[in-house]
């Protein structure tokens, strides 16, 4: 059974500030990593998504990397800002016609404070 | 809004009522997927639609849960005699097929449902 673990369960940090947040997984026969941002009492933004041959992916401040033999992947946020404060959940994708059953670490709840 | 929608937003009832959520998916992702998340925790899967085809169920889903996805659009998932244990937050997301960004899942904003 896949199992998702996520470190820190929370991060607080001044603004400006680089961070990571790390994610591991038990079985690395994955389809794809999916990172997800939460505001609090809302559904789930889609972050980054990398599939099972990619490294890394990167939008704006926001850079995933992925090393699937060794079960891990990262969360980089550049020069963080208030406005990133929310929780940030990392999913994994079996493979399979399963591609979008995923299972979900328990999240890492940031605060950046001005 | 091309976004998921969900139905209602929150859910108040009292225990033994049937409560009925309501997910309406991007239009043009074929499958369609129901996940419940307690507070401080991360989602579990409960089950999935390929087009009208319900898919896979998880074990979470007890028989007084059932989902439906008539036509292949819209999806509903009806809670029987609730529970205390039934209040949580009730995702759907939808994907596309198969292809660049296959199994990218897109959320809506949830059904809250809190059981008295």
């Known amino acids: 059974k896949q199992e998702v673990t996520q470190i820190p369960a929370a991060l607080s940090v001044p603004e400006g500030e680089n961070l990571v947040l790390n994610c591991s997984f038990t079985?690395?026969?994955?389809?794809?990593l999916q990172w997800f941002r939460q505001d609090p009492g809302k559904g789930l933004t889609s972050l980054l998504l990398?599939?099972?041959?990619?490294r890394e992916q990167t939008s704006g401040r926001l850079n995933a990397s992925l090393d699937k033999s060794s079960g891990r992947s990262t969360l980089y946020i550049a020069a963080s800002q208030p406005g990133d404060s929310a929780t940030y959940l990392c999913?994994?994708?079996?493979?399979?016609?399963?591609?979008?059953?995923?299972?979900f670490g328990q999240g890492t709840i940031l605060t950046v404070h001005p | 809004d091309t976004g998921v929608s969900q139905d209602p937003r929150h859910k108040i009832t009292k225990r033994g009522q049937n409560v009925t959520f309501r997910c309406d998916p991007i239009?043009?992702?074929?499958?369609l997927y129901w996940y419940r998340q307690t507070l401080g925790q991360g989602p579990e899967f409960l089950t999935y639609?390929?087009?009208?085809?319900?898919?896979?169920k998880s074990r979470l889903l007890s028989d007084r849960f059932s989902a439906e996805r008539p036509k292949g659009s819209f999806s509903t998932l009806e809670i029987q005699r609730t529970e205390q244990g039934d209040s949580a937050m009730y995702l759907c997301?939808?994907?596309?097929?198969?292809?660049?960004?296959?199994?990218?899942?897109?959320f809506g904003e949830g059904s809250r449902l809190t059981v008295l």
């Open positions: 639609f390929q087009n009208e085809a319900q898919l896979e």
């Open positions: 997301a939808s994907s596309p097929r198969r292809g660049g960004t296959a199994g990218e899942l897109f």
């Open positions: 239009s043009e992702h074929n499958r």
């Open positions: 079985d690395s026969a994955i389809y794809n």
């Open positions: 999913a994994v994708s079996g493979g399979g016609t399963s591609y979008g059953k995923l299972t």
């Open positions: 990398i599939q099972s041959s990619q």
